[in-house]
Nanobody, 116 residues
Framework: QVQFVESGGGLVQPGGSTRLSCAAT????????MAWYRQGVENGRELVAR???????YYAASVQGRLTISRDIAKDTMYLQMNYLKPEDTAVYYC??????????WGQGTQVTVSS
């Protein structure tokens, strides 16, 4: 499968912000949905945010009001804007897209560590 090139994250102080991105050529113009997942040290993979083709969004209760999923079709890039970060947000974050043909695309994962 084609993998997204994922970037962003790193070490962020509590209350700080960062933006994750995933890029792949010619994918984001024809999606069923796109999503961000995360996996912490004590947890399995968790759905954080999802955006459908029609623009309907879902957010986990723990991140509502702090994280925003979006895409820029012209740049073939999807984003997760992360604000007011908490230590509990520390995890490896993965982007995921399913296009209209059912093809899956995954990012390689990027570490976000929220700590002072």
């Amino acid at each position: 499968q084609v993998q997204f090139v994922e970037s962003g994250g790193g070490l962020v102080q509590p209350g700080g912000s960062t933006r994750l991105s995933c890029a792949a050529t010619g994918v984001l113009s024809n999606i069923r949905y796109m999503a961000w997942y995360r996996q912490g040290v004590e947890n399995g993979r968790e759905l954080v945010a999802r955006l459908t083709r029609d623009g309907k969004s879902y957010y986990a209760a723990s991140v509502q009001g702090r994280l925003t999923i979006s895409r820029d079709i012209a740049k073939d890039t999807m984003y997760l804007q992360m604000n007011y970060l908490k230590p509990e947000d520390t995890a490896v974050y993965y982007c995921h897209v399913v296009n209209v043909n059912g093809t899956n695309y995954w990012g390689q994962g990027t570490q976000v560590t929220v700590s002072s």
